[in-house]
């Protein structure tokens, strides 16, 4: 069984920062993508960022610019810090990975979900 674990949701005010943490456990073999997801009310998941593992990482537009993805592929976790948020940032971000548990399974797992709320 995989878990992903977030933490670092919170309320900011407009301009503020948060940075998330996800940590993945379980009978991993090894990730090749990990990411974030977001779901504001009202509004379908959408992508925010990924990243490879060998590094590569992807944005959503609105991202681009404010948010920066990482991973620390030994702790077999990813970050997502985020400056400079605007109200409509709020949303519950999940975290994603792709995780390789054998030769013949890859599985997708998602974390629970942490809430961001922008708001002055």
């Known amino acids: 069984q995989v878990q992903l674990v977030e933490v670092g949701g919170g309320e900011v005010q407009p301009g503020g920062s948060l940075r998330l943490s996800c940590a993945a456990s379980?009978?991993?073999?090894?990730?090749?993508?990990m990411g974030w997801y977001r779901q504001a009310p009202g509004k379908q998941r959408e992508l925010v960022a990924t990243i490879t593992s060998g590094g590569s990482s992807n944005y959503q537009d609105s991202a681009k610019g404010r948010f920066t993805i990482s991973r620390d592929t030994a702790k077999k976790s990813v970050y997502l810090q985020m400056n400079n948020l605007k109200p409509e940032d709020t949303a519950v971000y999940y975290c994603?990975?792709?995780?390789?548990?054998?030769?013949?399974?890859?599985?997708?797992?998602w974390g629970e979900g942490t809430l961001v709320t922008v708001s002055s």
């Open positions: 994603y990975a792709e995780v390789v548990l054998s030769d013949y399974e890859v599985l997708d797992y």
């Open positions: 379980g009978s991993i073999f090894s990730i090749n993508v």
